[in-house]
T-cell receptor
């Protein structure tokens, strides 16, 4: 069946280090992925997205890598800061079956808790 | 700019009582709307989505229902709450202008505790 999951449920890094959060997906037809950050007690916040016709996309201090061969994507955070401490979710796009291909829903992974130590 | 609101922020309800959670979106029209539930330390489970007024699709059988009485208003309800309804409820929206977009933007959430 389709699934989106994360290899590591928790990740602890030192302030200033780079962080890498991984995500595996099983639906080879997935063509769009999003990373979200969720701080404690808050709603998820969009970080960065990537389409399947790309293998890398960069934002401010964040980079998403997509490896379609092994159905894996990762989120890299450069110079991790205490404010980066949160749960990070990957999500894949699925087309809503009865929408004629015009509407989408997202399937989320379980999340990785990133803790940044000062 | 677009904003999404949810209320209440926190709610404690007895088992068997009714529930009504509200979500409103500002700054856009005809958005797709979603209700998710997040159990403690878990991922997001899609409960309902709506592509228009009065159009509700349910993802999983449950004790909850949803309604969309207005274009930018999405309501999550229950007639009788169960203990298992406790959790963090998130509303999200995605744009359909000029075409349906994949990215969903989340509200601040409502924490529900059923005792």
């Amino acid at each position: 069946g389709e699934s989106v999951g994360l290899h590591l449920p928790t990740l602890s890094v030192q302030e200033g280090d780079n962080s890498i959060i991984n995500c595996a997906y099983s639906n080879s037809a997935s063509d769009y992925f999003i990373w979200y950050k969720q701080e404690s007690g808050k709603g998820p916040q969009f970080i960065i997205d990537i389409r399947s016709n790309m293998d890398k996309r960069q934002g401010q201090r964040v980079t998403v890598l997509l490896n379609k061969t092994v159905k894996h994507l990762s989120l890299q955070i450069a110079a991790t800061q205490p404010g980066d401490s949160a749960v990070y979710f990957c999500a894949e796009r699925r087309i809503i079956a009865d929408s004629g291909g015009s509407n989408y829903k997202l399937t989320f992974g379980k999340g990785t808790l990133l803790t940044v130590n000062p | 700019s677009q904003t999404i609101h949810q209320w209440p922020a926190t709610l404690v309800q007895p088992v068997g009582s009714p529930l009504s959670l509200e979500c409103t979106v500002e700054g856009t029209s005809n958005p797709n709307l979603y209700w998710y539930r997040q159990a403690a330390g878990r991922g997001l489970q899609l409960l309902f989505y709506s592509v228009g007024i009065g159009q509700i699709s349910s993802e999983v059988p449950q004790n909850l229902s949803a309604s969309r009485p207005q274009d930018r208003q999405f309501i999550l309800s229950s007639k009788k709450l169960l203990l298992s309804d406790s959790g963090f409820y998130l509303c999200a929206w995605s744009s359909t202008r000029p075409a349906p977009q994949e990215t969903q933007y989340f509200g601040p959430g409502t924490r529900l505790l059923v005792l």
